[in-house]
């Protein structure tokens, strides 16, 4: 069975710096990534990282959060520097894979991060 567990959430002042986690288990996934949710506002994409390690971000993260995973561990973390107000939000990790042409799409259950002024 696949789970996803996110940790590493919490309040923090605007400048300072995160890290989450997300252990995943129950399968290999082909790509995996953070996505985040404010209240009243569509659930955004953060950053994926794939298992070769291919990169993408949100321009509104760029140079300021960097995504990576470990494979042998079946982890991917989030490392957030510089953080802003704008970016408190639920943020959710997601994992994907690919079985008898069948795409399968995994969401943990969230970790609040709070950033205050």
């Known amino acids: 069975q696949v789970q996803l567990v996110e940790s590493g959430g919490g309040l923090v002042q605007a400048g300072g710096s995160l890290r989450l986690s997300c252990a995943a288990s129950?399968?290999?996934?082909?790509?995996m990534g953070w996505y985040r949710q404010a209240p009243g506002k569509q659930r955004e994409l953060v950053a994926d990282?794939?298992?070769?390690?291919?990169?993408n971000y949100a321009d509104s993260v760029k140079g300021r959060f960097t995504i990576s995973r470990d494979n042998a561990k079946n982890m991917v973390y989030l490392q957030m520097n510089s953080l802003k107000p704008e970016d408190t939000a639920v943020y959710y990790c997601n994992a994907a894979r690919a079985v008898a042409d069948v795409r399968s799409s995994y969401w943990g259950q969230g970790t609040q991060v709070t950033v205050s002024s």
């Open positions: 990282i794939t298992r070769g390690g291919s990169t």
């Open positions: 129950g399968s290999i996934f082909s790509t």
